[in-house]
C-alpha cells in the first residue's frame, strides 16, 4: 500500500546517475536511469517514505527512486527549468563541484541554468568543469553520426542512458536528444514517432526498428551509410542491415528481425 498522491511537489537530479526503478526495492527492475540536471515531479512515496515514484520531466517516464538520490526543489525552479532547454555536458565527462562536493557527470547531464561555468541545483549554485553542449535543432546528419559514434564499445544495460552502461533506446533517446529531438524512454513508443517509409527509401539518421516472433517491438537502432545500423546490443555496435534485418558478421547470422524504418527529422 502507498500513501495518497502528492501535488506539486518537484525534485532535480543532483548525482551523476540514479536508477529509476519499477517497484520501490532496490532489487527491482531498473527501467531507466536519471542523470545529473533530470528534473522530475513527485507523484506519490513508499508508506515508510524511503522510495519516491517520479515522472521525469523530459520523458514523462515514470518509476521509483531512492527519496536520498535526490534534490527537493520549488515550484517556481520546476516553472523556470522548462521554459528554456538547457545545454548539456559534451564529453564523456565533466566536472561538478561545490558546498563540499567533486564528482563526474556524463555525457548528455543536463546544466540547469547554465552561466559562464556555473549551474543552479535547488538552491545551491555549482561550477561545471567540462565541455557544453548548446542543443542544435536544425538536422545535421554529420553532426548525428559523430554523436552515434562517440557511443562505440559502450556495453549494454538494460535501463541504462550512459557510455558506462545503455540499452537501446536510452542510446536513441540519448542521440536523439543530443541533435534536437526528444524521443520517448521505450523502443515501442519511439516506434510511434515520425512516419514509416519503405525501406527502399531509407536515409541516414531514420530509425530502425525490430520484432520478435510475436511482433513486438524489442529493439531499435539508427541508420548510417552504406546498409548499416548503430545499435546497443551486448555493445554499442555497427552492424550491417537489409530488408531481412541486422546481419552479425562475426556470428554470420541475423540477431534482430526487421519492423519498420521511421523518419525522425
Same mark, same amino acid.
Not at 21 to 28: A, Q, T, V
Not at 76 to 89: A, D, G, H, N, R
Given at each position: 500500500m $502507498?500513501?495518497?498522491?502528492?501535488? &506539486?511537489?518537484?525534485?532535480?537530479?543532483?548525482?551523476?546517475?540514479v536508477p529509476v526503478?519499477? @517497484?520501490?526495492?532496490?532489487?527491482?527492475e531498473i527501467g531507466t536511469q536519471l542523470l545529473f540536471g533530470d528534473l522530475f515531479t513527485i507523484l506519490n512515496k513508499s508508506e515508510d517514505g524511503k522510495w519516491v515514484y517520479i515522472e521525469i520531466f523530459q520523458d514523462q517516464y515514470k518509476g521509483w527512486i531512492d527519496s536520498k538520490q535526490y534534490e527537493p526543489v520549488a515550484k #517556481? +525552479?520546476?516553472? @523556470? +527549468?522548462?521554459?528554456?532547454?538547457?545545454?548539456?555536458?559534451k564529453g564523456v565527462m565533466g566536472v561538478i563541484q561545490g558546498n563540499g562536493k567533486y564528482f563526474p557527470i556524463l555525457m548528455g547531464s543536463t546544466l540547469p541554468f547554465y552561466n559562464n561555468g556555473t549551474v543552479i541545483i535547488g538552491k545551491n549554485i555549482l561550477r561545471f568543469d567540462g565541455e557544453v553542449q548548446f542543443i542544435n535543432h536544425t538536422p545535421d546528419l554529420k553532426f548525428l553520426e559523430r554523436t552515434a559514434k562517440f557511443y562505440l564499445a559502450a556495453p549494454y544495460l538494460w535501463g541504462g542512458k550512459s557510455h558506462f552502461g545503455i540499452d537501446c533506446s536510452g542510446f536513441t533517446q540519448q542521440v536523439m536528444r543530443l541533435c534536437g529531438k526528444q524521443l520517448?524512454?521505450?523502443? +515501442?513508443?519511439?516506434? #510511434?514517432?515520425?512516419?514509416?517509409?519503405?525501406?527502399? @527509401?531509407?536515409?541516414? =539518421? &531514420?530509425?530502425?526498428?525490430? *520484432?520478435?516472433? $510475436?511482433?513486438?517491438?524489442? $529493439?531499435? =537502432?539508427?541508420?548510417? &551509410?552504406?546498409?548499416?545500423?548503430? *545499435?546497443? %546490443?551486448? #555493445?554499442?555496435?555497427? &552492424?550491417?542491415?537489409? #530488408?531481412?534485418?541486422?546481419?552479425?558478421? @562475426?556470428?554470420?547470422? +541475423?540477431? $534482430?528481425?526487421?519492423? %519498420?524504418?521511421?523518419?525522425?527529422?
Open positions: $502507498h500513501q495518497e498522491p502528492l501535488l &506539486d511537489i518537484y525534485g532535480v537530479c543532483n548525482l551523476s546517475v526503478r519499477m @517497484e520501490p526495492s532496490d532489487k527491482s #517556481e +525552479y520546476f516553472t @523556470e +527549468y522548462q521554459k528554456l532547454q538547457w545545454p548539456v555536458c520517448p524512454r521505450d523502443a +515501442y513508443q519511439q516506434a #510511434e514517432c515520425g512516419f514509416k517509409k519503405p525501406y527502399a @527509401e531509407r536515409l541516414p =539518421g &531514420d530509425l530502425a526498428f525490430f *520484432h520478435n516472433a $510475436h511482433g513486438k517491438i524489442i $529493439h531499435v =537502432g539508427i541508420l548510417l &551509410d552504406q546498409n548499416l545500423v548503430i *545499435h546497443a %546490443s551486448g #555493445e554499442v555496435r555497427i &552492424d550491417l542491415l537489409d #530488408e531481412n534485418g541486422i546481419f552479425n558478421k @562475426e556470428k554470420n547470422l +541475423y540477431t $534482430h528481425k526487421l519492423s %519498420s524504418i521511421n523518419q525522425i527529422f
